[in-house]
């Protein structure tokens, strides 16, 4: 293999192990991983000009307050499923072409488009986009892009030396990446114009995912109380945030730990809700990747994006129904509040604000609370750090 190709399928490799981020986070691989990945993402997040390339543009720990995100949510794991599938047949038909010794294919899939294995790989990028959105895994799709045509340029230059008097006529009445007929209206034949193209396909998705953030950002159930901007996890929640966030801010325990000249940002959710390891370091069961159920998030992640948020930890071990207590002490609807300090703290009241991406998040505290009763069952204070270390991880 030539050192140029090499290198190209060298970095769309690591493309995809940064978009694969959430399956190793939940993986008994993640210290591996993020002893090489979180330096270069704590580099761009220290620096003004590329921060923005660490942050979500997509809810990821929230469920989605309306059909139009959790349809793309869906959507997001379908793509994936589907260029994934594409790519793998494509991998058979050419792996048995070479075992049985018959030269080029042409069937199959590749009756229609000349490259559908690169076709499929990029449709699998875009839902992993979706899946882990990351403006940093956009930035990264779009240079996939670039190199999949360059990588296509260089294996049809190999294959009309191999295959001339074949590959020359099966080039002229399939496309490249498309069908033909679309290909013609789509495609412009120079490279100037297809450079172009690419800078506009760029333009749609980055523009696309700060469209994206914006929308997310105003659909979420955010409450704003004096210096605090509460986010309920569960959509369901926020009927419970309107009339009670007040009388639990004011909470002795609370509101001795919270300055009148801080900004806050508070994560409400039940109790056992299993992602609070990406928000706060809480404890080692939140810490997923010291757990023994990969296999299960990672199929629930792409099959049910839904379920392990609403459900819980008892979702992996039956255990108690989530925030729901269980004793007569702890009659009533158990919720937990992480507390993250802002920084810089916003000047405004818009809860938006509290979401800018310039803003650093610092776990404070955390206390568990009978949202009914009005009663503090627990109150922990807690390190500066997620379950993670200082990994940047999502703000919803």
């Known amino acids: 293999m030539k050192p140029k190709r090499f290198a190209l399928l060298g970095v769309i490799l690591l493309y995809f192990v940064i978009c694969l981020e959430i399956l190793i986070m939940i993986s008994p691989f993640a210290g591996f991983f993020y002893a090489a990945f979180n330096p270069v993402l704590l580099q761009l997040a220290n620096h003004s000009a590329s921060r923005w390339l660490t942050a979500f543009f997509l809810p990821h720990m929230a469920i989605p307050t309306t059909a139009f995100l959790q349809a793309l949510r869906v959507l997001g794991s379908w793509i994936f499923l589907g260029g994934m599938g594409i790519f793998a047949v494509c991998a058979l038909q050419i792996y048995a072409a070479k075992f049985r010794r018959k030269g080029a294919v042409a069937g199959g899939i ?134 009670r966030l007040a009388d639990l801010l004011a909470l002795p325990e609370i509101a001795s730990r919270l300055q009148p000249d801080a900004r806050y940002l508070a994560y409400f959710m039940p109790r056992d809700y299993i992602m609070q390891g990406m928000i706060a370091d809480t404890g080692n069961d939140w810490q997923l990747y010291k757990q023994h159920h990969t296999i299960a998030m990672i199929g629930d992640w792409i099959l049910h994006p839904f379920r392990h948020l609403r459900e819980g930890h008892h979702a992996l071990h039956h255990g108690q129904q989530h925030g729901i207590a269980t004793s007569p002490a702890e009659s009533g609807i158990i919720r937990r509040l992480i507390f993250l300090k802002l920084k810089p703290a916003p000047t405004g009241n818009e809860p938006a604000a509290s979401l800018d991406i310039e803003r650093r998040r610092i776990p404070v505290f955390t206390a568990d609370v009978n949202v009914h009763m009005i009663q503090l069952l627990e109150v922990r204070d807690l390190p500066e750090t997620t379950g993670w270390g200082r990994v940047p991880t999502p703000t919803f």
């Open 110 to 243: 590749y009756r229609f488009v000349r490259h559908p294995q690169y076709l499929g790989l990029a449709l699998a990028g875009a839902g992993l986009a979706i899946l882990w959105p990351r403006f940093l895994v956009v930035v990264l799709w779009c240079l996939m892009v670039l190199l999949y045509y360059y990588l296509a340029c260089d294996e049809e230059k190999r294959m009309f030396r191999a295959h001339g008097e074949t590959y020359g006529p099966y080039c002229d009445t399939t496309g490249m990446f498309l069908p033909r007929s679309l290909e013609r209206l789509l495609l412009p034949r120079g490279g100037l114009g297809r450079l172009l193209l690419w800078l506009v396909v760029c333009g749609l998705a980055l523009g696309g995912a700060f469209c994206l953030r914006s929308y997310t950002i105003h659909h979420l159930a955010l409450r704003q109380q004096d210096n605090v901007t509460a986010l309920a996890l569960l959509p369901e929640d926020g009927f419970m945030l309107d009339h």
